[in-house]
């Protein structure tokens, strides 16, 4: 029995009725890693040769075994365990038979356990090309039902009547053509001679009458366009301008599926027509918009660095004949200002994060910039803290530092103050940074935020940011710039 037991091509194991591990073959020895250990109780099994649920690190639990529940007199299979063997996960598929003896007890229980990675590795290949095939089924049933869904609507839209298709169009805002290749004839329905600035009814749609009204630097690239997409069987889209007669100019966007005879050859093309000019200003606008970010940041480093090398210069003018150690100071003072506003310059074009914050918070980065502006004035400048500092969204910290620069570089250079303070509040629901002078002050109704880029960029970060800016000042009286926001 022995014999015919290490013949069999897959693992053998057996228990005996006192749950005590019996006999191993040697195929059985080489899947599990170890040979038997006689004292191995049912609970230690799992753990002793590492039998884990399929995918988890859980260990497999011991009454779910087939070789215990064997010893209950069930017949099982299971497929869902794997065994580990230092770098190595084999998959295993395990049957459980009791063996009964004259009397009907379960005298022991045999398990037969094979290696089955090369079948789980086929049925992940199987599942992964089913998935994929499905997938292809999906997205090629979606192509072709919105292929139909396409013919199908310029189809019902040439078959509907003139006030039908009228009415859809004003809806959507879509023209529709057919242009005949056979025939040289492109019929148009009043919405595509609306969108060329024409009138429906004064003008006889054609090839011809659309030319005219394409822009004269687009028509070249639309008509190879046209042409490539006929060649190549592929659809037709591209975005271009019209000139309406009145001299305006409106982006459309238009989109052809071309027909083609046995013979492969381009016999029509039916398309629609939308325009997207609204969309077109839109984008516009956003440019105009980083344009002025861009501006705001090149403004906030060169005018803090340029205001800093100014005091620098003033400063060592005025020790320049008494002491040329403190004149040498400053000069490296300015050099380093120079190095700094040419780093920050060139970081505001590309839109990162200031020099101060990168390796702090606000809080940290504030106080580095009113040091440095202290070493180079007369001015009493006092930095505090109320709080808890926390952590706020990167272009937060970023615009509240710039609005901080702004107002500390207008007090320096107007206010002619002979204190200033810079305070900025942690609390639960707000976060607070304060700029106050006690210098000349100033009419706020007076001086609109357009006369200087400082104010107005401060209002226009503020705003970005979802931030209350509020400027309290009087003549004789000093500023107080406050920026509320809740983190």
């Given amino acids: 029995m022995t014999q015919f037991l290490e013949a069999i091509p897959v693992g053998i194991g057996i228990i005996d009725a006192t749950d005590r591990p019996y006999y191993f073959n040697q195929r059985g020895i080489e899947l599990m890693g170890k040979g038997l250990d006689p004292a191995a109780t049912p609970e230690q099994i799992p753990e002793i040769y590492q039998c884990y649920v399929t995918g988890t690190d859980q260990i497999y639990p011991t009454e779910k075994l087939p070789i215990m529940r064997a010893l209950s007199g069930e017949r099982t299979t299971i497929d869902d365990v794997e065994i580990r063997q230092n770098n190595a996960i084999i998959p295993i598929e395990v049957w459980g038979t009791p063996v009964f003896d004259e009397q009907g007890k379960v005298a022991y229980a045999i398990a037969a356990f094979q290696d089955i990675t090369e079948r789980k590795q086929a049925e992940k290949l199987l599942a992964d090309y089913n998935r994929t095939l499905e997938q292809q089924v999906t997205e090629r049933t979606l192509l072709l039902s919105e292929e139909i869904q396409e013919r199908q609507r310029v189809e019902n839209a040439l078959r509907q009547s003139e006030e039908q298709r009228r009415l859809a169009m004003n ?255 942690y609390n639960e629901t707000q976060c607070i940074l304060q700029v106050k002078d006690d210098g000349r002050g100033f009419g706020v109704g007076s001086i609109p935020l357009s006369s200087g880029f400082g104010l107005l960029g401060m209002s226009e970060r503020a705003e970005r940011i979802g931030a209350q800016l509020t400027i309290q000042s009087q003549p004789g009286q000093g500023t107080e710039i406050i920026v509320t926001i809740n983190p």
Wanted: hydrophobic residues 40%.
């Fill in 171 to 425: 809806v959507g805002c879509i023209g529709s053509w057919d242009w005949n290749m056979v025939e040289n004839t492109l019929d148009c329905d009043d919405n595509h001679i609306r969108l060329l600035g024409l009138v429906p009814g004064e003008v006889e749609s054609s090839y011809q009458v659309w030319r005219d009204r394409v822009h004269p630097e687009e028509i070249d690239r639309i008509e190879q366009a046209i042409t490539a997409s006929l060649e190549t069987h592929t659809d037709f889209e591209a975005e271009y301008r019209v000139i309406h007669p009145d001299g305006s100019v409106h982006w459309l966007v238009s989109r052809g599926r071309g027909f083609y005879n046995a013979a492969g050859q381009h016999v029509r093309m039916l398309g629609v027509l939308l325009d997207i000019s609204d969309r077109k200003r839109a984008e516009q606008a956003s440019i105009l918009e980083e344009r002025n970010r861009m501006a705001r940041e090149i403004h906030d480093t060169l005018a803090q660095s340029f205001t800093g090398i100014l005091l620098q210069v003033g400063a060592a003018t005025q020790v320049l004949a008494d002491d040329q150690e403190a004149t040498q100071l400053h000069l490296e003072m300015i050099e380093e200002l120079a190095r700094t506003g040419l780093a920050e310059a060139r970081r505001s074009v590309v839109a990162l994060r200031p020099q101060l914050l990168e390796e702090g918070n606000l809080e940290n980065a504030l106080h580095r910039l009113v040091t440095q502006m202290r070493s180079t004035i007369d001015t009493v400048l006092i930095y505090e803290t109320q709080g808890t500092a926390y952590a706020l969204p990167a272009d937060v910290e970023n615009n509240l530092l710039r609005i901080g620069q702004e107002a500390l570089t207008n007090a320096i250079k107007y206010a002619c103050a002979s204190k200033i303070r810079v305070e900025l509040v």
